[in-house]
C-alpha cells in the first residue's frame, strides 16, 4: 500500500531542563477507532508547553505510544493535555480524551503493556495556525469551534495590548483590546467564515483556532459590486485558478492579498503577481458586479502533503526584504498594472530581468516589483502592490538594476489612493521617460503647459551639487517671484508656478521669463500666462 508521509508538527523541548518524569503506555484512537499507523504521533503539553513526544510502534503484537513525560515540582498536579498527529489525514488533532486521570505525578505510570490506556481523538477538531505579525494582517478561517465564533474565544491563544485591533469590513465592525477589562471590546463580537479580517497588534503573535474543518460547499461566499472582504475557506493551498474556477468573474476584476494581486481576463484566467491562495490569508475582491461562490473542494490527502508550493510567494517575500519594505506596517495598498517604455539604446545596456521597480513616497520604499512576463498575451507587465496609510501622497517610481545598483528615474508620478487600481493588463500604464538619477547636464526645461493659466510645472536637473535659483521675470526684465535660491544635491527637481509675484499677486495675461542660475549654468525660457 502506498504510505503518504506528510509533514508533522513540529512539537519540540529541551527534556534535560525537567527533573523529573512520568510514563504514560498508550494505545492511539481517533473517534474511539485504534490506530493502527505507525506513524502517528502523540504530545503531551502542560499550559501549552509541550512536554512530551511519542510515536506509535510494534512491542510484540502490539501497536502503543511509550510517552515520558517531564516535569518540575511546580508541575505536580497540573492536568496535562494531549493532540494526536493522524498521518492518515495529515492533521493534528486537539480535541484528545485520556482513558485516566490526567494529572502529572512523579515517577508514576499510568497503563501497562497488558493494559493500555487509551489517548482518543473525541472528534476530528483540529487547529489553524496563522502567524501574526506586528502591524496589520489579514486574516481567514476555515475552521468553526464551539462557540459559534465569539471573537474572545477564536482569538484566546494570543495576547494582544491594549490598542490592538480587529476589524471587518463587510460589517463595518471594529473591536479593541482593552487591558483594563482583559477583552476585546466594540461592535465586532463574532466572527465566520466567509470574510477577511485585518488584525493589527502591537507585537507578533500566533493565532491558534480550534475546531472542525469546515466543507467550502457549505460555505457561500456573497460579494456586492465593489471591493469586498473574503475569506478562504479551502484546507490547502490551491493555484488562483483553480480557487476561483466557480466565480463568474468580468473582465478587470481584481483580487489582492498583503503581498499582491491578479486581475481576470475573459479566456485566459487571473494574471498577476498573485498566483496561490493560502489558508489563513485573507483577500480583497473588487468586483464589477455582485453575485456570490464556493471555493472547490480540497483535493484530497495529496493537496495536504504540499504546503509549501508557491514560490511566487517567497520570490516577493525575498524582494521585499532586499529593500526592507513591511507591508504589514501599512493598512492599505493600491495597485498598479505598467508596462515600461525602453528605448533600444537603453535595452543595449541593461537587461529586463535584472530591472527592480520601486515606488518611493518621501524617499521610503512602499512598492518593489519586476517584470513579468505574460506568455498568453506577449508582453512583459509590471504588477507593483504599492502599500500607505494616509491617501493623497505622491508617489515617485524608480528603476533599480540590482546587479550594479543603478537606479534611473521615470517621468510619472502617483498619487497614493487606498484600494486605488491604475492600469489594467489589457490596457496597462506605460512608465517612460527613463533617465539617470545623476543627469549628465544642466537643464532647464520647457514649461508646462505653456501656454498656462493659472499653475505650470518647470523641471530642472544638475549633475552636480551646487546653488540653484530660479527666478520669474516680466517683459521688462523686473523679478516678479522667487520659486528657489538654495542649495541641493545632484539630481531633478521640478517646481510649480502659480502665476502670483512674492506678495501673491496674481499677474496680468503676458509673457514672462524663467531663469535658472547655477554652477558654470545659465539659462531662461519663455512662457505665456493667460487669464
Known amino acids: 500500500d502506498l504510505n ?27 473517534e474511539d477507532n485504534v490506530s493502527i499507523d505507525t506513524f502517528d504521533r502523540v504530545v503531551a503539553t ?33 492536568y496535562l493535555e494531549f493532540r494526536i498527529w493522524d498521518n ?5 488533532l486537539w480535541n484528545i480524551d485520556l482513558s485516566q486521570d490526567a494529572i502529572y505525578s512523579n515517577n508514576t505510570q499510568i497503563g501497562s503493556y497488558s493494559d493500555p490506556a487509551i489517548i482518543n481523538a473525541a472528534d476530528l477538531s483540529t487547529a489553524q495556525h496563522i ?14 469551534n ?13 495576547e494582544p495590548t491594549s490598542g490592538d485591533q480587529i476589524v471587518s469590513f463587510n460589517d463595518g465592525e471594529i473591536s479593541q483590546y482593552s487591558d483594563s477589562l482583559q477583552s476585546w471590546v466594540g461592535m465586532l463580537e463574532n ?46 493551498v490551491m493555484e488562483i485558478n483553480q480557487a476561483l474556477t466557480l466565480l463568474t468573474a468580468d473582465q478587470g476584476d481584481v483580487i489582492k492579498s498583503k503581498f499582491g494581486f491578479s486581475e481576470y481576463v475573459p479566456s485566459i484566467g487571473w494574471i498577476g503577481s498573485l498566483n496561490y491562495m493560502h489558508p489563513g490569508e485573507g483577500y480583497m475582491f473588487n468586483a464589477d458586479n455582485s453575485g456570490s461562490f464556493n471555493y472547490p473542494a480540497d483535493n484530497g490527502l495529496l493537496a495536504r502533503t504540499d504546503m509549501d508550493t508557491d ?59 519586476k517584470l513579468q512576463t505574460i506568455g498568453t498575451l506577449d508582453k512583459d507587465l509590471l504588477f507593483l502592490s504599492v502599500y500607505g496609510n494616509d491617501a493623497g501622497k505622491k508617489i515617485y517610481i524608480r528603476i533599480n538594476n540590482e546587479l550594479t545598483g543603478e537606479e534611473f528615474l521615470t517621468d510619472q508620478q502617483f498619487i497614493f489612493s487606498n484600494d486605488g487600481i491604475v492600469g489594467s493588463v489589457t490596457m496597462p500604464y506605460t512608465l517612460s521617460g527613463i533617465m539617470p538619477v545623476i543627469p549628465e547636464g544642466y537643464h532647464l526645461y520647457q514649461n508646462y503647459p505653456n501656454p498656462f493659466n493659472p499653475n505650470t510645472r518647470i523641471d530642472f536637473q544638475i549633475p552636480e551639487d551646487s546653488h540653484v535659483d530660479i527666478s520669474i521675470y516680466n517683459i521688462k526684465g523686473q523679478e516678479v517671484a522667487v520659486l528657489k ?14 502665476g502670483n509675484d512674492h506678495r501673491g499677486v496674481v499677474l496680468p495675461t503676458g509673457i514672462y521669463f524663467v531663469k535658472m542660475d547655477a554652477i558654470n549654468y545659465h539659462m531662461t525660457r519663455k512662457m505665456m500666462l493667460l487669464k
Not at 88 to 92: K, L, S, T
Request: charged share 25%.
Open 485 to 498: 535660491s538654495d542649495f541641493m544635491k545632484a539630481g531633478y527637481g521640478s517646481l510649480t508656478w502659480n
Open 131 to 144: 502567524a501574526l505579525n506586528a502591524g496589520w494582517s489579514w486574516i481567514s478561517l476555515n475552521l468553526e
Open 191 to 236: 466572527v465566520n467564515n466567509t470574510s477577511m479580517y485585518q488584525i493589527s497588534l502591537a507585537e507578533p503573535d500566533e493565532l491558534i483556532l480550534v475546531g472542525l474543518e469546515v466543507d467550502p460547499a457549505d460555505k457561500t461566499i456573497d460579494y456586492v459590486d465593489g471591493w469586498n472582504w473574503i475569506g478562504y475557506t479551502p484546507q490547502s
Open 4 to 30: 503518504i508521509l506528510c509533514r508533522p508538527p513540529e512539537w519540540e523541548f529541551n527534556s534535560a531542563e525537567y527533573q523529573s518524569t512520568m510514563t504514560i503506555i498508550a494505545e492511539i484512537s481517533v
Open 146 to 158: 464551539n462557540t459559534d465564533m465569539l471573537l474572545g474565544d477564536v482569538l484566546s491563544y494570543i
Open 88 to 92: 492518515d489525514e495529515c492533521r493534528e
Open 46 to 78: 502542560i499550559d501549552g508547553e509541550v512536554r512530551g513526544v511519542a510515536q506509535l510502534d510494534q512491542y510484540d503484537s502490539k501497536l502503543l505510544v511509550y510517552l515520558t513525560i517531564h516535569g518540575d515540582a511546580d508541575d505536580y498536579g497540573e
Open 311 to 369: 514560490e511566487s510567494l517567497g520570490a516577493v517575500q525575498e524582494l521585499y526584504t532586499s529593500v526592507d519594505l513591511n507591508p504589514h506596517a501599512y493598512k492599505h495598498s493600491m495597485s498598479i498594472i505598467s508596462d515600461l517604455s525602453l528605448s533600444e539604446e537603453f535595452l543595449s545596456e541593461y537587461n529586463r530581468e535584472d530591472l527592480r521597480i520601486i515606488a518611493y513616497v518621501d524617499d521610503e520604499v512602499r512598492g518593489i516589483a
